[in-house]
């Protein structure tokens, strides 16, 4: 890929607006014969599709599954692979928290242990939610402070949580404490760099606190630390691109993912005619809106091809309004495919098509996998969609002369 | 794309003849639904798509636009992001200088000078190109040598020339002179490496000796130095490809270009059955023939669709007589989309055929972006061009046991 060096000399400010609509996991596989796009009645994307540059996209390399992380990361014009998005700060942006310099984030389970100090779930039977919001709510009674380290938690679904640790001096890459099997004492966590001492004592001690706190609370007496990870340095979509990209999206990790690149997060509300009227209010005030459909991936995931249907038809019913505000480049895709058949994220490229003035029509007429495979793009790397929409915006310069 | 040493162990000599016709600029964008090539009536370029292998091209990646240099040496095999062509190497290529080892070139700008040393016009009101010679000329007979290194000059159109410091030791990276607005004094030349340092202080004295020169010549009483550079150490297309490649080429730059990588220039007249004939004569001493045509991107650039049109009919009516020459493989392809519409190169990948008695024929039927789009070769890097074209000429041996 273009290296980032390049890419901050080519990228030029203009007032050209590009919109970035992602439907979530859209790509699928076929039941009777037809994938969830092409069962969808889509009118309004394909007239789009017949009017763009098609192809498909994969997020990593062929043959990878991405997580949510790295997929997004390329689609922002990122190398997936040169930035480690750990599993804590998922976690964290997931539940809408904050990361700053000096936070250290952790993904947690509740755990169930023995009298002789073994794990005996893993995963404390998945107690309800609510419990698990009452055990938070103790830990902060008890734990607030680690030698100088402020500690925040805040609970998850069922037997999750997440803590983030925030002082001077704290840096990971730090060993997890799950020992993966019953019947093991928890591993302490260990510095795996000289530099990530202090962070594995402030953890262990952490740890041991809350086993102290929880000795009487069976199942949830003990937690198991994983994922332990800082906020990664990325520079910003406005450093490499010179863009001024916002994100419309309704679950706070994507909202997260949108701010690690720097994209400023608009509020809206949860229905994709909400999402369409924050764009348009905005419309003056960025160049680059990242609009996330969510319901496309996790229908694929419950596997009801159905529903992911009809999400579909609702988004292609939705994409006049986008038009209507007459951007210049319009990208239509998916992150990574989630066909309802495996209910699952998938390692099949996503459709994809770009649309602007001065893209070259293809032979994909329709929006969808077997149409896009006929697409001009042929089948590229996710990192190469920003260089495709900054050109067709006119955004960068000639390279070389 | 495959390394360079690796190439060099691939490569064999045979007596097998390449021919790698260029139309510069030639992809373009649809008016009326028809981009040049579609629009053009091209029989002959047609009935060879049908039997060749078709694709697209990217000189550098999706969505980077390329300047002459770099896409050029993205179609003769070589990295375009590994080897930077300086702006002054460029320009002196462009006139026609021939750069050696201790060349180092710079391009440069008549400009207006106030009596307070503070630039008034950046390119001295455009002087014409008959007192940009006098004034080179002047400037010739009072500066020849500054210590030990000879100088020099030579005119280009209206307020430019090329400037060429000749001598050991001269080395970049440098800064640039021009402050880029006016109003402002011109900038020192700043050496941006230790080893920079006497090319730096040479190029002042030179600034300061124009000065002197030129004090009572406004509006060009003074000058801006840009692009300070040495031709670049690119191994030759005989080092790695083991070829012994001629350039047919009517513009200076073209021929720069070629040698840089190596190519023996061959001097032809101005019309295209010149540069046939040229090759003609000379079939028997080289085994791989770069035919540049350069008004395809010339009328691109004028925004001349018709005209365009009809500089693609004219190759096409060429093509019969390098045909008859029987080479083993034949390329055509531009170097970079240069849309009549845009007025200006773009992004766009370039229209490729490749033929040989054992190309794959494909579904492309045409040679246009559309056609090739159906072509097997998918849409691949244009450096990919010269591994397939020494395939089809049997000029590789096989990787690996």
Redesign the interface.
């Known amino acids: 890929?273009?290296?980032n060096h390049?890419m901050k000399e080519?990228s030029t400010k203009n007032d050209a607006k590009i919109v970035l609509l992602v439907m979530d996991g859209v790509g699928g596989l076929p039941i009777d014969g037809k994938t969830e796009l092409e069962t969808a009645n889509t009118p309004n994307l394909d007239n789009l599709a017949a009017q763009s540059s098609c192809g498909l996209t994969n997020p990593i390399s062929p043959g990878i599954t991405p997580g949510s992380g790295p997929a997004h990361l390329s689609l922002f014009g990122y190398d997936p692979l040169g930035y480690e998005i750990g599993r804590g700060v998922l976690e964290a942006l997931g539940l809408g928290i904050d990361l700053g310099d000096n936070d250290l984030a952790a993904r947690a389970n509740f755990a169930s242990m023995d009298a002789q100090g073994r794990i005996t779930d893993r995963r404390a039977g998945r107690i309800p939610t609510e419990m698990n919001l009452e055990i938070c709510q103790l830990l902060r009674q008890n734990i607030t402070k680690i030698e100088d380290v402020e500690v925040k938690i805040q609970s998850g679904m069922e037997h999750r949580f997440v803590v983030v640790f925030t002082g001077e001096g704290l840096s990971g890459p730090l060993s997890e404490s799950d020992p993966q099997q019953v019947g093991l004492e928890p591993l302490e966590i260990k510095p795996l760099v000289e530099g990530a001492k202090k962070a594995a004592r402030i953890v262990n001690q952490f740890v041991q606190q809350v086993k102290s706190v929880l000795q009487d609370k069976q199942p949830a007496n003990m937690c198991l630390m994983r994922g332990l990870a800082k906020s990664p340095n990325i520079p910003s979509m406005h450093e490499l691109f010179k863009l001024t990209p916002a994100a419309i999206a309704t679950y706070p990790m994507y909202n997260g993912l949108a701010k690690l690149v720097g994209m400023e997060i608009l509020s809206t509300g949860s229905e994709l005619s909400d999402q369409v009227e924050t764009m348009r209010k905005n419309w003056d005030n960025n160049d680059f809106f990242f609009v996330h459909v969510k319901k496309t991936d996790s229908y694929g995931e419950d596997g009801n091809f159905a529903a992911k249907v009809k999400k579909i038809e609702e988004t292609d019913a939705i994409l006049p309004d986008i038009l209507a505000l007459n951007p210049d480049v319009v990208v239509v895709t998916s992150d990574h495919s989630t066909p309802a058949v495996l209910k699952n994220h998938s390692w099949h490229p996503n459709p994809f098509m770009i649309h602007s003035k001065?893209c070259?029509n293809?032979?994909a007429l329709a929006f969808n996998e077997h149409q896009c495979m006929r697409?001009?793009?042929?089948?590229?790397p996710a990192y190469?969609a920003?260089?495709?929409?900054?050109?067709?915006a006119f955004k960068?310069?000639?390279?070389?002369?």
Chains 1, 2 share one sequence.
């Open positions: 890929m273009i290296p390049v080519l001065y070259l293809d032979q697409g001009c793009l042929g089948t590229i190469e920003i260089p495709l929409m900054l050109a067709n960068l310069k000639k390279f070389g002369a």
